[in-house]
């Protein structure tokens, strides 16, 4: 990566995330947000560099390829991954499926040119830390670096009023909130048990919920804990006797 002259950007907030091994405070006693960036085109890979080109924010990977980001992303466990849907052979959201279970400690951001809202809620079912689309100035792609650093959910206010219009729009069909309520369950395993009665897949309840698959898995694991039961069908059913 070229080094740039001293730009004006937004000073860096207080981060609370966990540098990934190997990661060494730089010469002004910084451990930067490891950065790697997935992308087919190389005039994307330069502007994002060059964007990200600050004290807190190292670039430490690039790839054009999914295949290459796979074993890129496993040898070098970055903080953050930005990776791009279009990419040859395997898109971004397939790989996202199959890297994030690899990788929990690594927060995957899409950055795309699409700003299809079904792209968006099927990215974030499969675990993205969030959807950011190419249009979005330097300042605001460092906002949302250092907020999914600190656990936010890295998405512009558009997307962020979609999702909250598909969460509602969920809860009005009846798959969120209502309906019986099991003592000793938090609400959003209420949530994931009232869905599972109704026959829904995970991926259909990550999508409702906007929640990863592997999310789901969890909360159905405590459910099945919290009830005594080994199955999915007898929590379903202590569900319906609670109705």
Not at 20 to 48: I, K, W, Y
Not at 76 to 105: F, K, T, Y
Not at 181 to 207: F, Q, Y
Request: charged share 25%.
């Amino acid at each position: 990566m070229s080094v740039q002259e001293p730009r004006s950007v937004p000073a860096p907030s207080p981060t609370t995330w966990t540098p990934a091994p190997g990661s060494r405070p730089n010469e002004l006693g910084l451990t930067p947000l490891r950065v790697m960036l997935v992308d087919d085109h190389a005039l994307v890979r330069s502007a994002v560099s060059q964007a990200i080109d600050v004290q807190d924010v190292e670039l430490v990977a690039e790839a054009a390829t999914a295949e290459d980001a796979f074993a890129l992303a496993l040898a070098v466990r970055p903080d953050i991954m930005l990776l791009d849907i279009d990419l040859p052979g395997m898109n971004g959201i397939q790989m996202l499926e199959e890297l994030a279970p690899r990788l929990p400690d690594t927060k995957i951001v899409m950055l795309t040119v699409s700003d299809s809202e079904r792209d968006m809620l099927e990215a974030l079912a499969r675990g993205a830390a969030g959807y950011l689309t190419k249009d979005l100035s330097p300042e605001a792609l460092l906002r949302a670096l250092r907020g999914a650093a600190r656990g936010e959910l890295a998405m512009s206010r558009r997307f962020s009023a979609r999702a909250m219009r598909h969460f509602v729009e969920a809860a009005r069909k009846g798959r969120i909130g209502g309906g019986g309520i099991i003592e000793g369950l938090s609400p959003r395993e209420n949530d994931v048990l009232r869905m599972l009665a109704d026959g829904l897949t995970d991926k259909e309840i990550a999508t409702a919920l906007i929640i990863s698959p592997r999310t789901v898995e969890t909360h159905v694991s405590n459910i099945l804990h919290k009830l005594d039961v080994r199955k999915r069908a007898e929590a379903a059913q202590r569900y319906r006797e609670s109705l």
